[in-house]
Nanobody, 122 residues
């Protein structure tokens, strides 16, 4: 089992940047694929980005491609989501999730953090 905790959320103006962190504890973190998801107000949770165990495989939702970058540092048991050129449509609670298999759907992930709020003002 792995425990996840997100940090780095906050309020930012449109066009600005934030870097989210997902810190893990418990089982060996490098065994896990990690995904970032978000849930805008009144909407369902949606996929944002995923990174494989070694970091060699990346995948992004079309709506964030070219603006967001997912990365990981297995020595620090941490995955990052660098978010640039933020728009109000990026406002959501952002969650990280982990699974032993490669996955991009929220139902495929076994372990979840509590989420961090990102608010982008216009």
């Amino acid at each position: 089992q792995v425990q996840l905790r997100e940090s780095g959320g906050g309020l930012v103006q449109a066009g600005g940047s934030l870097r989210l962190s997902c810190a893990a504890s418990g089982r060996i973190f490098s065994y896990y694929t990690v995904g970032w998801f978000r849930q805008p107000p009144g909407k369902e949770r949606e996929f944002v980005a995923a990174i494989s165990q070694s970091g060699g495989r990346l995948f992004y939702a079309d709506c964030v491609k070219g603006r967001f970058t997912i990365s990981r540092d297995n020595a620090k048991n941490t995955v990052y989501l660098q978010m640039n050129s933020l728009t109000p449509e990026d406002t959501a609670v952002y969650y990280c999730a982990a699974d032993l298999q490669w996955a991009v759907g929220p139902r495929e992930y076994d372990y979840w953090g509590q989420g961090t709020q990102v608010t982008v003002s216009s």
